[in-house]
Every structure is written in C-alpha cells, then in structure tokens.
C-alpha cells in the first residue's frame, strides 16, 4: 500500500456533466500530480500542484483544473464532460522524485 | 516531443525465463527513468528507477539497463514468476518530476 488514496472507486456520469474526484496524499508529501489512464494505454499527465500552487500542466484544455490544500488533500474537476473523458484517473504524491500511486478513480461518461 | 516508445506491447515468457521490455525515448532533458508495475484494479507501483549517471541497476530480480547515447532503457526482469504477471509502464522525467509514460507492456508468465 502507498497510503494514498482516493476517492470515489467508481463514478458515471453523463456527457456535459461536471465530476469532482478526490486524492487524499502521504503526510507530508508537497506535491501532488493527476494522470488520465484511458484503458489499455500508459498513464497521461494532467497537472501538477506542489504547495498548492499549480507547477505544470500537461496537454488537456482548461476544463480539467484541480486544487490541492494544507491538509494533503487535493482534487481534480472535470467541467462539460465528454465521452472520451472515460478512464482511469490516478493521483501520485511525491516529496522527491519516486511518485506514489493511489488506485485510481474509474470514470464512465455515458 | 517528449515520448517514450515502449515494446513489445505483449510478452509470454516461461516461469524461470527472462522478461525483457524495451523503451526509446526523444527529449535529451530527461534525467529520471522509472519502471512501474501495475495490476489489473490497481494504480502502478514503482519497481526500479535509474539516472543517466549510470549504465545499470539491479534491484533483486530485476535490472534496468541504460544507454545515454541511444536514449534506450530496458527492464530485465530475471526468473520471471507467474505473480510477475502484471502491465510493466517505462516512464520519464526532467526538471519537475513529471512523468512521461510509455504505453505499456503486458506480460504474461506461463507455469
């Protein structure tokens, strides 16, 4: 176990729906980084926050945006959904290079 | 570009066999170079992890080799077990720690 976590499990939602997912990090961990995994593929970076400010962002538009607070926790919003929004969204905590995973929210858009 | 190319996509290997997975990658700015496994339900976990500064890791079974100047890395996994079968994901990383992951390889090891 990583001691990471997140939540929900599982979420469906349908198109032009906004979503909210959760990430709870290890204590002390300053920074946080979101990926989309759509299935059968490698992890695709989001965004990242570390002291909770964002410190870079991958190639999504800006309907993805996130939030991370004092308290380790952070979140990922997803505005106007879309059908390829379906996937495996994971949140890795890290305090040097090796990055910690949770097991991932598993988003169906309908 | 920053992408990392991984092959094969699929690999059978006997029990007691080696498991070799490849990856290439393009942006000279990376300096951090880890390989994940992931189980089906799971997010990856980290196995082993590998800076330009040296040609090779070992880990247990596992070893990581690393060529700068084809900007090539490779896991070999040693003794390959059936609880080994798993997706392995290559990944990588410069200034700011935010991986690159290449798109995966299953691996399935037969009893």
């Known amino acids: 176990e990583t001691g990471v976590t997140q939540s929900p499990t599982h979420l469906i939602k349908t198109r032009g729906q906004q979503v909210t997912l959760r990430c709870s990090s290890q204590?002390?961990?300053?920074?946080v980084s979101w990926y989309q995994q759509a299935l059968g593929q490698g992890p695709q970076f989001i965004f990242q926050y570390y002291r909770e400010e964002e410190n870079g962002r991958g190639n999504f538009p800006p309907r993805f945006s996130g939030l991370q607070f004092p308290n380790y926790s952070s979140e990922l919003n997803v505005n106007a959904l879309e059908l390829d929004d379906s996937a495996l969204y994971l949140c890795?905590?890290?305090?040097?290079?090796?990055?910690?995973f949770g097991p991932g929210t598993r988003l169906t858009v309908l | 570009q920053q992408q990392v190319k991984q092959s094969p996509q699929s690999l059978i290997v006997q029990k007691g066999g080696i498991s070799i997975i490849n990856c290439a990658y393009e942006?000279?700015?990376?300096?951090?170079f880890p390989w994940y496994q992931q189980f089906p339900g799971k997010g990856p976990a980290l196995l082993i992890a590998?800076?330009?500064?040296?040609s090779e890791k070992k880990e247990g079974r596992f070893t990581i080799s690393f060529n700068k100047s084809a900007k090539q890395f490779s896991l070999h996994i040693m003794d390959s077990q059936p609880g080994d079968s798993a997706t392995y994901f290559c990944?990588?990383?410069?200034?700011?720690?935010?991986?690159?992951f290449g798109g995966g390889t299953r691996l399935m090891v037969k009893p």
């Open positions: 942006n000279t700015a990376f300096d951090y």
């Open positions: 990944a990588a990383s410069g200034a700011g720690n935010m991986l690159t």
């Open positions: 890795a905590s890290s305090l040097d290079d090796t990055q910690y």
């Open positions: 204590s002390g961990h300053n920074t």
């Open positions: 590998i800076r330009p500064d040296v």
